[in-house]
C-alpha cells in the first residue's frame, strides 16, 4: 500500500497571467480519429484494458511518438493507466516507461506490454511500469532513466463526470460502471482530491518531469474542457498555466481529433453521456455542441542555464515551419 498521506498544496488557479499568449504558438490538428476507438486498441489491448475510465485514444499517443521521437528513444508516461502511451511507443520501435499509481491498472498495463512483446514490438521485454506516485518521480526512476526519456505523453485524471461505460437495464433504466479510479478515500489518486489539489498535483509532476527528461525533450499532454453543470471548465487553459509554472516552455497548442473526417466535414463520435448532456442542455436553451477533439498541449525541456525566451522562440518557429510543411 502506497502512502496516501502526501499533504497536496491547496493552490489558487492559475490566472491569465501564468498563460502564454496562445496565438503565438503554432497549431496543428492531428486526424487521429478515423478508425473507432475499439478498432484502434483492438488486438494490441488485453480485454482488462476495457473498464479504465479515462484510456487515451491510441493513435494520439502515435501521431505524437512518431512525430518528436526517433526510433530507439525513451518515451515516458508518468500517469501510465493502461499504458497506451508505452504500447503505441514500443509498436513504433521506441523504447518505454511508465508510473502509475493504481495497483489493478499497473497489472493491466503490465499485462499489455506482455501482449506488445508476443507481437514482436522491439524493446517490449525492457519496458517497464512502475507503481507509485508520479508527484515522486524523481525516487521512482532508476538513475539510469534519468535524463533520457526524450518524450512524455501524458493526461491528468479529471474526475467521474465524462468518463466510464454505460448499460442498459431493461425496466431499471441506464447504470453507469467503469467511470470511477480506484479508492475514492485514497488521496494519492489526483482523480479523488477537487479540481484546485488536481492542478496542484500535476503542477508537481511537471515539476519532476523537468528534472528527470533530457534537455530538448517534448512534454505532450492530451486534455478536454469540460462542462459543470454547463459551465465551462477551461481545463487545458490551466494545465497550460500549470506547465509553464512548472518550468516548462510551452511550444505547440494543438487538436487532436477524435471524430472521423470526412469529405468536408467532421464526424463526430460522442460517448453516451456526452450525447444525453448535450441534448439536455439543449432542450434547457443552451446551444451546446459535442467536443470532437482533445486539446494537445506541447511544452519543451530547455536545457539547463539555456536562455528561455530566444530558445523558446525559435522553437516555436521551427515548430511552426514544421507544421505548414506537413
Ligand atoms: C487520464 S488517466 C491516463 C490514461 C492513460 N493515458 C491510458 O491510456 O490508459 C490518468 C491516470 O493517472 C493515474 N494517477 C492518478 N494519480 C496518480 C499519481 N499520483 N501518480 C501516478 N498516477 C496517477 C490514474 O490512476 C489514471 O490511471
Redesign the pocket.
Known amino acids: 500500500m502506497l502512502d496516501s498521506s502526501h499533504s497536496v498544496r491547496a493552490t489558487a488557479l492559475p490566472t491569465t497571467a501564468d498563460v502564454p499568449n496562445l496565438d503565438d504558438l503554432p497549431l496543428s490538428v492531428w486526424p487521429t480519429g478515423q478508425q473507432p476507438p475499439a478498432s484502434q486498441r483492438r488486438g494490441r489491448y488485453t480485454p482488462g484494458s476495457t473498464a479504465?475510465p479515462?484510456?487515451?485514444l491510441p493513435a494520439v499517443a502515435a501521431h505524437a511518438i512518431a512525430h518528436y521521437t526517433r526510433p530507439g528513444d525513451l518515451v515516458l508516461?508518468?500517469?501510465?493507466?493502461?499504458?497506451?502511451?508505452l504500447v503505441e511507443a514500443l509498436h513504433l520501435g521506441r523504447r518505454a516507461i511508465g508510473?502509475?499509481?493504481?495497483p489493478h491498472?499497473v497489472d493491466v498495463a503490465c499485462a499489455n506490454l506482455d501482449l506488445a512483446d508476443s507481437l514482436g514490438a522491439s524493446f517490449a521485454g525492457d519496458a517497464r511500469v512502475l507503481h507509485?506516485?508520479?508527484?515522486q518521480l524523481a525516487t521512482l526512476l532508476s538513475p539510469e532513466a534519468i535524463g533520457r526519456a526524450a518524450l512524455v505523453v501524458?493526461?491528468?485524471?479529471y474526475g467521474p463526470s465524462t468518463h466510464g461505460q454505460v448499460s442498459v437495464i431493461p425496466g431499471g433504466g441506464v447504470q453507469k460502471y467503469h467511470h470511477l479510479?480506484?479508492n475514492l478515500l485514497d488521496r494519492?489518486?489526483?482523480?479523488n482530491i477537487g479540481h484546485h489539489r488536481l492542478l496542484a498535483?500535476f503542477e508537481r509532476i511537471l515539476a519532476a518531469l523537468a528534472d528527470v527528461l533530457r534537455p530538448g525533450a517534448h512534454v505532450v499532454i492530451t486534455v478536454r474542457p469540460w462542462r459543470e453543470h454547463a459551465e465551462l471548465i477551461d481545463l487545458p487553459s490551466q494545465i497550460l498555466a500549470c506547465g509553464t509554472r512548472a518550468g516548462l516552455v510551452p511550444v505547440e497548442r494543438c487538436v487532436a481529433l477524435l471524430g472521423r473526417v470526412a469529405g468536408d466535414g467532421l464526424i463526430a463520435r460522442g460517448s453516451f453521456f456526452q450525447r444525453d448532456f448535450i441534448r439536455k442542455q439543449r432542450d434547457a436553451g443552451l446551444p451546446l455542441h459535442l467536443i470532437a477533439h482533445e486539446d494537445v498541449l506541447v511544452f519543451c525541456v530547455l536545457p539547463a542555464g539555456s536562455n528561455v525566451a530566444t530558445q523558446a522562440a525559435g522553437h516555436a518557429a521551427d515548430a511552426a515551419g514544421e507544421t505548414r510543411a506537413a
Open positions: 479504465h479515462a484510456k487515451m508516461d508518468p500517469m501510465c493507466g493502461i499504458g497506451t502511451t508510473v502509475e499509481y493504481e491498472w507509485g506516485d508520479a508527484r501524458t493526461s491528468p485524471p479510479y480506484g494519492g489518486n489526483l482523480a498535483g
